[in-house]
């Protein structure tokens, strides 16, 4: 089996290089030298669409397949896959298209972003973060037997810092009970709706509230100005590997209004930390509610806030979901089961051809 994969996740490119001998990557430029491992094996060549319609991306691409004749194409991202789309056009041999769905949101055929991307009949088989990914596809039209849910990897890496050092850090008592999250502060990531939870939380002692990541988000920005938190609110920007601070937090929240599933959460589950998370997209599909963590219903600060006082009030409930959760990650997670599940994907598809 020839695979092409265009932009995909260094940690699955790891797994999937151990089983796979004729592999060629394509990648961002500056992620050339983390695929060093494969010199002797494959081929690593620096590419990076300007936009979805890059004619000198398509160019380059063409010659690549051209050359290179893989059996399957997976692009990673929206970009990687128009171009493999517009590229593919003039072959005689095409190899099959795969995509890789990591967006629970609507599709329209009068998008025509859509239409080169994820809707064009030129994909073969689409591959999606979670089931929510793939039901918005079907609902556009998408035939069911075309979209297979494969969650994203992580694969676990030792906290780099103690709890009691970060706390030190951000400034934060080491006994603190903290709450909080790792995003790039969105409305869609649902922000406000945690600081309105915090809010009704003043009187728990000795919370604090950390928030990590760039807001962009003016309703937040409004609501951090605010006199509500006792001088508990800690707002630190955005920081470099963040997902690896995930250890200082001991309940984190995802609040998010839509999520396919979050690489934050996969993040702070691998750490250890207890997660509560709305019903929004897949995160539900990774925390059962009750036994890795909370679910709670998207856009109510009052049931997040509930979830918080419960957790607060034990300890004990906060650790066992914290195990478990980082159990789960590690078992349904990991890249060397992303990649399985992919190259039986691979294999199913190539055979339904021969």
Not at 42 to 52: L, R
Not at 103 to 115: M, V
Not at 148 to 156: A, P, V
């Amino acid at each position: 089996m020839k695979l092409l994969l265009i932009n995909p996740m260094p940690d699955f490119v790891d797994a999937v290089s151990k089983r796979v001998e004729d592999l060629t990557i394509l990648t961002h430029p500056t992620l050339v030298s983390r695929h060093e491992s494969l010199a002797s094996r494959g081929q690593v060549i620096p590419f990076w669409p300007k936009s979805k319609v890059d004619p000198i991306a398509i160019r380059s691409l063409f010659r690549v397949l051209r050359d290179n004749k893989p059996d399957i194409l997976h692009a990673f991202s929206p970009r990687s896959l128009a171009t493999s789309v517009f590229a593919t056009m003039g072959l005689r041999q095409s190899p099959k298209i795969v995509s890789y769905r990591r967006i629970a949101h609507a599709l329209s055929w009068f998008d025509p972003g859509n239409y080169i991307t994820f809707l064009h009949p030129r994909i073969d088989l689409h591959c999606c973060e979670s089931d929510a990914c793939a039901e918005y596809l079907v609902e556009a039209g998408v035939p069911r037997d075309k979209c297979k849910t494969i969650y994203n990897c992580i694969r676990y890496q030792p906290p780099p810092f103690s709890k009691q050092q970060l706390c030190e850090r951000f400034n934060i008592p080491s006994d603190a009970f903290v709450v909080g999250t790792t995003a790039c502060i969105r409305p869609i990531k649902g922000i406000d709706i945690l600081l309105e939870a915090a809010a009704h939380c003043v009187d728990l002692p000795n919370v604090y509230w950390l928030l990590i990541g760039p807001v962009e988000d003016a309703r937040v920005a409004k609501l951090i100005r605010k006199p509500l938190f006792g001088n508990r609110l800690r707002m630190v920007g955005l920081i470099d590997n963040a997902g690896a601070l995930a250890n200082v937090f001991d309940i984190f929240v995802m609040p998010s209004r839509e999520e396919a599933l979050c690489q934050a959460l996969l993040e702070a589950m691998s750490q250890g930390a207890c997660p509560v998370v709305s019903d929004a997209g897949g995160m539900k599909e990774l925390v059962r509610s009750g036994i890795d963590g909370i679910v709670v219903p998207r856009e109510n600060s009052v049931s997040l806030a509930d979830a918080i006082r419960l957790l607060y009030a034990d300890r004990s409930l906060v650790n066992r979901y914290a195990c478990s959760a980082q159990k789960r990650v590690e078992a349904i997670c990991s890249p060397e089961n992303m990649a399985n599940r992919v190259l039986q994907m691979y294999s199913s598809l190539i055979a339904t051809e021969s």
